[in-house]
């Protein structure tokens, strides 16, 4: 069965650049979050798509935007980066409020 | 959401079951309990969910005592691939965009 694809699996920045994640979720389904998980942290959402539009927003920084897609596909796109946005970021996927399935993640190192 | 509470880890010997205890005393009538696990640094894998009956899934069964205040995630024979940080969360089923909000997880190490 077909999973949440996130591109790409690793990413080396240097601090101030920009980033972009990408999220693929499951076919049909309409809804996406973002996750970030620091170093020996637990996973902290950060934002939330429903229908191409925002449903719900955690402690996202300023300097972090995203949107769904009009193929359901998201982008978490981050800029002036810091070393504190080392981190992994999972995006998830459900249909509707269903349970949600994990992409592999996408490992950020700010340098 | 209402809060849980794990502990920080537990061990258990291959091939047993594992019995991992969840506290959610401020649980609301509408609130669900759900389990994920996350193996390291993969992503969290969504394992049972229930609202107050007991559940069983080819995973794992899924205890919630009669007043909901607690459950108990019941992996029957444990496997070293079990071993994984696993997640009790508690939430509203029904709310569009319900997002997960992660608390401390318990550490399971599966021993041989």
């Known amino acids: 069965a077909a999973g949440v694809i996130q591109s790409p699996r690793h990413l080396i920045k240097e601090k101030r650049e920009t980033a972009t994640l990408k999220c693929y979720p499951i076919?049909?389904?309409?809804?996406v979050y973002w996750y970030q998980q620091g170093p020996g942290q637990d996973p902290q959402f950060l934002i939330s798509f429903y229908e191409k539009m925002q449903s719900d927003k955690g402690s996202i920084p300023d300097r972090f935007s995203a949107q769904q897609f009009s193929d359901y596909h998201s982008e978490l796109n981050m800029s002036s980066l810091e070393l504190g946005d080392s981190a992994l970021y999972f995006c998830a996927s459900s249909f509707s409020s269903g349970f949600q399935y994990f992409g592999a993640g996408t490992r950020l190192s700010v340098l | 959401d209402a809060k849980t509470t794990q502990p920080p880890s537990m061990d258990c010997a291959e091939g047993r079951a594992a019995n991992l205890p969840c506290n959610h005393s401020?649980?609301?009538?509408?609130?669900?309990v759900y389990w994920y696990r996350q193996i390291h640094s993969q992503g969290p894998q969504y394992i049972i969910h229930g609202l107050k009956n007991n559940e069983t899934n080819e995973m794992a069964s899924l205890i919630i005592t009669e007043d909901r205040k607690s459950s108990t995630l019941i992996l029957p024979h444990a496997t070293l691939r079990d071993t994984a940080v696993y997640y009790c969360i508690v939430r509203v089923a029904l709310v569009q965009g319900g997002k997960l909000i992660f608390g401390q997880g318990t550490e399971l190490s599966v021993k041989p």
């Open positions: 076919p049909r389904h309409d809804t």
């Open positions: 401020t649980i609301s009538g509408n609130e669900y």
